[in-house]
C-alpha cells in the first residue's frame, strides 16, 4: 500500500489538532508533516506512536508533499497556496479564501464526490454549517429538488476557535464565582446567552456566516436559483452545530418517504424524536430528526439537524475529500 505525504498546514489549532486525531482513527497511509507559525516551531505531538515536531510554515515546506490539508486563515491561505501548487501537492483548504472561486471545486463527499476530480490543485472545504446541513439534506434534493430554504442555525463557540472555547469556560467560572464577566472573543457574553450575529453585516442585514450558506450551497448543489433566508446564532455550546431547516420542495412529499431516504443516506443517522449537540459531538455523522410538514405552506418539510463542527463540519470533511483522491 502506498504511503502519502501529507503536511498539515496550522497544524496546532482546534481544526490542524483534529485532522491528527482523524487521521489516527482512520489508520491512513500516510507521513505527516506538521506546519505553523514561527511561535509553535518545536512544539510536539504523538501521532501512531511516533513524536512529530511542529516546523514553521515557509515558502519552501511542501516539497515532496502528495496532500496539503489548510487549517488557516484566508490571508495565509492566499499567501500559501501559490507554493504548494508549484511543488506539485493538492491543497485541500478549510478556509474560504477560493470557496466560490469558479476554478476551484468545493465538495462534500457525501453530496458532491464528483467534482473532487476536475481540481487545478485546490480543492475548497465548505463552510461547517454548509458541510453539516448539505450533508442531511441532498438525499431530499436529489429526489425532490429543493427550491427555498429557511433556516435557523446554533453554533458552538468551537467555531470560533480555542479563544471561544475558553472563552466560554472562563465565563462559566466568573458566572460561578460571581465575578464581572468580560466579553472578548465574542461581541457579548456567551454564557446564559445567544448572539444573534456571526461574521459582519452586508447592506440587506444578512452576516457573512448567513450568506456563506445561502452562496456555498447554490455551488454545491449546482443551483444557482436555490433561494436561502438563514439567520446564524451564536450559543453556549462547546462542540457541534445544530440547525433548523424549512425546505420548500418541488413536489409534495411526505413525512415516511423523507425518512425513509435519510435512513439510507450516507454519512447520515436518522434520530428520533430529535438529536442535540451532544448526541454529535466526537464523531462524524450529522444526525436528523423532528422531521415534520410545515403546515404553513405546500410541498414543505421542516426537520432538525446537528453535527460536530470540528470533525464533519472541518477536518473530517477535508480528510474524505483527501480519501477520495488517494482511492
Given at each position: ?16 489538532q ?11 497511509p500516510?507521513?505527516l508533516?506538521l ?10 505531538f ?25 487549517a488557516v ?17 493538492i ?6 479564501a ?8 468545493l ?8 467534482h ?6 485546490i ?8 458541510i ?20 435557523s442555525?446554533?453554533?458552538a463557540?468551537s467555531?470560533?476557535?480555542?479563544a ?5 469556560l ?15 472573543a ?18 440587506l442585514?444578512?452576516?457573512s456566516?448567513?450568506?456563506k ?34 425546505l420548500?420542495?418541488?413536489?409534495e ?7 425513509e ?10 434520530m ?6 451532544l448526541d ?11 422531521i ?9 418539510i ?9 470533525r464533519k ?11 477520495l483522491?488517494?482511492?
Amino acid at each position: 500500500m502506498k504511503t502519502y505525504k501529507v503536511g498539515i498546514l496550522g497544524a496546532t489549532g482546534v481544526v490542524g489538532q483534529m485532522m491528527l486525531k482523524v487521521m489516527e482513527e482512520k489508520q491512513l497511509p500516510v507521513e505527516l508533516r506538521l506546519l505553523a507559525s514561527k511561535r509553535s516551531v518545536g512544539k510536539e505531538f504523538t501521532f501512531n506512536g511516533e513524536t512529530l515536531v511542529v516546523e514553521e510554515a515557509t515558502e519552501t515546506s511542501f516539497e515532496g508533499l502528495d496532500f496539503v490539508l489548510g487549517a488557516v486563515g484566508n490571508d495565509m491561505s492566499k499567501y500559501f497556496a501559490p507554493f504548494i501548487k508549484e511543488a506539485g501537492a493538492i491543497y485541500i483548504d478549510n478556509s474560504s479564501a477560493f470557496r466560490l472561486d469558479p476554478n476551484v471545486p468545493l465538495v462534500v463527499p457525501e453530496v458532491n464526490p464528483e467534482h473532487v476530480y476536475v481540481h487545478q490543485g485546490i480543492i475548497a472545504n465548505p463552510n461547517c454549517v454548509t458541510i453539516i446541513g448539505l450533508t442531511a439534506i441532498a438525499p431530499i434534493h436529489r429526489l425532490n429538488p429543493i427550491q427555498r430554504i429557511v433556516a435557523s442555525t446554533y453554533q458552538a463557540v468551537s467555531g470560533a476557535g480555542i479563544a471561544g472555547m475558553n472563552e466560554l469556560l472562563k465565563q462559566l467560572e466568573d458566572l460561578y464565582l460571581n465575578n464581572e464577566i468580560v466579553p472578548q472573543a465574542f461581541a457579548r457574553q456567551i454564557v446564559c446567552n445567544l448572539i444573534p450575529q456571526i461574521g459582519s453585516e452586508n447592506e440587506l442585514g444578512y452576516t457573512s456566516e448567513e450568506m456563506k450558506f445561502q452562496n456555498e450551497s447554490r455551488k454545491i448543489l449546482n443551483s444557482p436559483d436555490l433561494k436561502v433566508n438563514c439567520t446564524c446564532v451564536r450559543v453556549p455550546v462547546i462542540q457541534s452545530h445544530s440547525i433548523s431547516m424549512t425546505l420548500e420542495l418541488t413536489r409534495e412529499m411526505e413525512v415516511d418517504e423523507v425518512k425513509e431516504l435519510l435512513e439510507k443516506a450516507k454519512g447520515v443517522e436518522l434520530m428520533e424524536p430529535y438529536p442535540t449537540p451532544l448526541d454529535t459531538t466526537n464523531q462524524d455523522l450529522v444526525k436528523v430528526g423532528r422531521i415534520h410538514k410545515d403546515i404553513s405552506a405546500d410541498r414543505s418539510i421542516v426537520l432538525w439537524c446537528c453535527g460536530d463542527q470540528v470533525r464533519k463540519g472541518a477536518a473530517t470533511n477535508a480528510i474524505q475529500i483527501m480519501e477520495l483522491l488517494m482511492n
